[in-house]
């Protein structure tokens, strides 16, 4: 029975390691992989920048879910610091592991499709980027999404 825990462990573990390509549309993705949780609440959610301006959450089950919008201005002043990045490597801490814990990644896309992952939680320990850039657009894309889902919870 321990082994088989085991494994599930490493198995949810190593599937939140791993990064998601975007589409040529998102210019910034916060994914977070959801595996400890009742069946309903399991799974990927994202909530995306999009070229255009548009702010949308995709929850688990693939439903796109419009929450606002941006200027152009914000998004073209986005995408120039995205462009200055100059490293996306992060620094992994040496806290203490845990599995229970939702993971997170912030991804983003250079104007030339290249994806940068700038920020990664997964086993209760946080990875920052050690480029500043970096670290700017990754807190940037984490405060757009905590403000529009709140927005969105108290106005449903």
């Known amino acids: 029975m321990k082994a088989v825990l085991i494994a599930a462990l490493l ?3 190593s599937f939140n390691s791993q990064g998601v390509e975007l589409s040529t549309d998102v210019v910034g993705e916060v994914t977070t992989y959801v ?3 009742p069946r309903e609440y399991r ?3 994202r909530f995306q920048l999009l070229s255009s301006g548009n702010l949308q959450a995709v929850d ?7 929450l606002g919008s941006v200027s152009k201005e914000i998004v073209a002043d986005f995408q120039k610091k995205i462009e200055s990045i100059q490293s996306d490597e992060l620094v992994v801490p040496t806290e203490p ?3 229970d814990a939702p993971s997170t990644h912030i991804t983003v896309q250079r104007a030339d ?5 700038v920020f990664k939680r997964g086993g209760c320990r946080d990875s920052l980027a050690k480029d500043e850039a970096a670290r700017h657009v990754a807190q940037a894309l984490n405060n757009l999404e905590d403000a529009f889902r709140s927005l969105s919870y108290h106005l449903n």
């Open 11 to 13: 198995g949810v573990m």
């Open 35 to 37: 595996g400890f949780a």
């Open 43 to 45: 799974g990927i959610f």
């Open 60 to 66: 688990n089950h693939g439903v796109v879910k419009a």
């Open 97 to 99: 592991l845990c599995s």
């Open 113 to 117: 499709g290249t994806d940068l992952i």
